[in-house]
């Protein structure tokens, strides 16, 4: 992300719709993906899985999560539409289905219709919207939700590490690699410098890390989200903003709704110092936000923006 400002020629893009899911599985650990280095957006990055509405393919945000969580990762999130049926597709079946949804060979809907199968929408939890500051090239608007694998029945790939290797239409390759890590692991890695996160991915980790305490993921932990879902906290639209504040030894300061500089309280802080590398891909984040997010978030936090 870089901190320059648009151009007067360049008209600012419209953010695309997209949609994300944080996916929790038993043992409190996160799905995360690789982006290939070399792809045109977020190169190299470390993600939750996603991607942008496609009309042809999704009725809803919910089923882009789902369908670009198995494109990326060969995770199903869907459930039988019939009660005592016991067949599930091999893991054949479900790698050759992935690769022709992501090629445009296939539709998700088709796939899962013919398996008596039907995406697991009820299970994703909205966990703020993001949406990419005006400066940027390529703008997106993107729903996060985060779904809890005890709750769900899911099909294939839902722990460890997983090369994955997606092939484009064109040959190229999106992700080079899935894996379920713990938040506080993959916080840990970001600060050594072993991977990277842009601001969205990780302040939601940051928001999870205190929630999912230990290594079995419990109903409390997963009532304590439910409830950040349901409150402001899941309906937040946040739209980062670069704020102009002297000299910040590199950073640039990244101001979220509700901080002292965009409506909040005096003292009230809800922002990120970032360091961004060449081509706008961060190289260090640091969360300042120094307030609850279970019973102080205040209604200007809410605010839809005026511009996109």
């Known amino acids: 992300m870089s901190a320059s ?6 008209p600012i893009p419209i953010p695309r719709p997209s949609a994300s899911v944080v ?5 409190n650990e996160v799905l995360l993906v690789h982006r290939n280095p070399k792809a045109r957006a977020f190169g190299g990055v470390h993600v939750f899985p996603g991607g942008n ?4 393919q999704d009725a809803s945000l919910p089923v882009t999560a789902i369908r670009e969580t198995f494109e990326e990762s060969g995770l199903l999130l869907a459930s039988s539409t019939e009660q005592s049926a016991s067949y599930l597709p091999s893991d054949t079946e479900l790698d050759e289905a992935r690769h022709a949804i992501h090629q445009q060979k ?15 929408v009820q299970s994703l939890l909205p966990f703020t919207q993001w949406i990419t500051p005006p400066y940027a090239p390529r703008r997106f608007h993107t729903q996060f939700y985060v779904a809890f694998l005890p709750e769900v029945a899911p099909t294939g790939f839902s722990s460890g590490e997983k090369q994955e290797r997606i092939p484009k ?18 916080l840990a890695e970001c600060q050594q410098g072993k991977i990277t996160f842009m601001p969205p991915q990780y302040y939601i980790l940051s928001t999870l890390v205190d929630i999912l305490q230990g290594d079995v993921n419990t109903l409390e932990q997963r009532s ?28 640039t300061i990244l101001t979220y709704e509700g ?26 984040i640091t969360l300042q936000r120094n307030f609850d997010v279970f019973s102080e978030i205040e ?7 005026s511009k996109l």
């Open 5 to 10: 400002t648009s151009t007067n020629t360049r």
């Open 23 to 27: 996916i929790v599985n038993g043992r």
């Open 53 to 56: 509405l496609d009309k042809k």
């Open 106 to 120: 296939m539709l998700f809907q088709d796939f899962l219709t013919s398996h008596n199968l039907e995406a697991d």
């Open 169 to 186: 239409p064109d040959g190229g390759q999106e992700v080079v690699e899935a894996r379920f890590v713990h938040p506080r692991k993959a």
């Open 224 to 251: 304590r989200v439910e409830t950040l879902s349901r409150g402001l906290f899941g309906r937040m639209v946040i739209n980062p903003r670069p704020l102009h504040a002297g000299n910040t030894e590199g950073y």
């Open 259 to 284: 901080d002292e500089t965009r409506g909040g309280s005096k003292g009230r802080l809800h922002r990120a110092l970032v360091k961004a590398e060449k081509g706008g891909i961060t190289s260090e």
């Open 299 to 305: 209604p200007q936090a809410l605010k839809e923006p």
